[in-house]
Nanobody, 127 residues
Framework: QLQLKESGGGLVQPGGSLRLSCAAS????????IGWFRQAPGKEREGVSC????????VYADSEKGRFTISRENAKNTVYLQMNGLEPEDAAVYFC????????????????????WGQGTQVTVSS
């Protein structure tokens, strides 16, 4: 059974950092692009970043450029999202998702393009 599991969320002060992990089981991530999404209460799920299957291409939503970094270690079947300079507006449940589609530009941050999802990890940014 294909499964993704996020970890690394928690409470952080404004300006702080967190590193989220997305670990796969039941399949190898080698052939999948991986996206990170977030959903705050009362808001729609939005794309944060994605990384191509090879790791050679990364895409970021405008609000995350320069603050977040996505990376992957296929040998560990894991994708990471390093988040720096966190702001209260970044607070949300963060999800990772896998797709056989590409990750090459902002359009690839649409949730409908992804078909395997994790359960999410909560990120809270508060002083």
């Amino acid at each position: 059974q294909l499964q993704l599991k996020e970890s690394g969320g928690g409470l952080v002060q404004p300006g702080g950092s967190l590193r989220l992990s997305c670990a796969a089981s039941g399949f190898t991530l080698d052939y999948y692009a991986i996206g990170w999404f977030r959903q705050a209460p009362g808001k729609e799920r939005e794309g944060v970043s994605c990384i191509s299957s090879s790791g050679g291409t990364t895409v970021y939503a405008d609000s995350e450029k320069g603050r977040f970094t996505i990376s992957r270690e296929n040998a560990k079947n894991t994708v990471y999202l390093q988040m720096n300079g966190l702001e209260p507006e970044d607070a949300a449940v963060y999800f990772c998702a896998a797709t056989r589609n590409r990750c090459s530009w902002e359009h690839d941050l649409r949730a409908y393009r992804y078909d395997t999802w994790g359960q999410g990890t909560q990120v809270t940014v508060s002083s």
